[in-house]
T-cell receptor, first 112, second 113 residues
Framework: AQTVTQSQPEMSVQEAETVTLSCTYD???????LFWYKQPPSRQMILVIR??????QNATENRFSVNFQKAAKSFSLKISDSQLGDAAMYFC?????????FGPGTSLSVIP | DGGITQSPKYLFRKEGQNVTLSCEQN?????MYWYRQDPGQGLRLIYY???????QKGDIAEGYSVSREKKESFPLTVTSAQKNPTAFYLC????????????FGPGTRLLVL
């Protein structure tokens, strides 16, 4: 069965610094997508970035980028130039045709 | 503006009562989903629907029921059989089932009186 693990329940970063959130997953499928979602205190889930498993190039969205290591089944999120508004819960998610699995989340604090 | 709406924002349930959470989308998405989120935990899938008049159980469907009579609407009923319903409920939709990005509503907080 597919699983998604986020080994860091809590992380903190100094404003303007860089932080990396970890995510590992387990699957026997070859065709799947991976996502990072952000949930701020408002609890509205917001897409941060997505990665198609068939693409070797790592996805980037402005200050957010991923390190996708398919063989290692690792999908980490790097946030550069951290801002106070980045403080939130971050969830890693795996989807295939008939499966949607979210990790337990990492709570990110940003220190002014 | 296109998006997903959920109502109510807060819902109180008495013992033995069924309650229904509303989810509406105007994104013309085929697939819709219901998730439950407990404090300090990730999202767990309750039910999902790929198309009108069809839906599938997720990982924690016991004590819940859904319907999909219209493409835009996917209401969730929390029945009296759900013994621990206090949680935050999130509805989402995507263009199609599977690998597409999911877009989420603002959520409903359900509390038991």
């Amino acid at each position: 069965a597919q699983t998604v693990t986020q080994s860091q329940p809590e992380m903190s970063v100094q404003e303007a610094e860089t932080v990396t959130l970890s995510c590992t997953y387990d699957t026997s499928e070859s065709d799947y997508y991976l996502f990072w979602y952000k949930q701020p205190p408002s609890r509205q889930m917001i897409l941060v970035i997505r990665q198609e498993a068939y693409k070797q190039q790592n996805a980037t969205e402005n200050r957010f980028s991923v390190n996708f290591q398919k063989a290692a089944k690792s999908f980490s999120l790097k946030i550069s130039d951290s801002q106070l508004g980045d403080a939130a819960m971050y969830f890693c998610a795996y989807t295939s045709y008939d499966k949607v699995i979210f990790g337990p989340g990492t709570s990110l604090s940003v220190i002014p | 503006d296109g998006g997903i709406t959920q109502s109510p924002k807060y819902l109180f349930r008495k013992e033995g009562q069924n309650v229904t959470l509303s989810c509406e989308q105007n994104l013309n998405h085929d697939a819709m989903y219901w998730y439950r989120q407990d404090p300090g935990q990730g999202l767990r899938l309750i039910y999902y629907s790929q198309i009108v008049n069809d839906f599938q159980k997720g990982d924690i469907a016991e004590g819940y029921s859904v319907s999909r009579e219209k493409k835009e609407s996917f209401p969730l009923t929390v029945t009296s059989a759900q013994k621990n319903p206090t949680a935050f409920y999130l509805c989402a939709s995507s263009i199609s089932q599977g690998r597409e990005t999911q877009y989420f509503g603002p959520g409903t907080r359900l509390l038991v009186l």
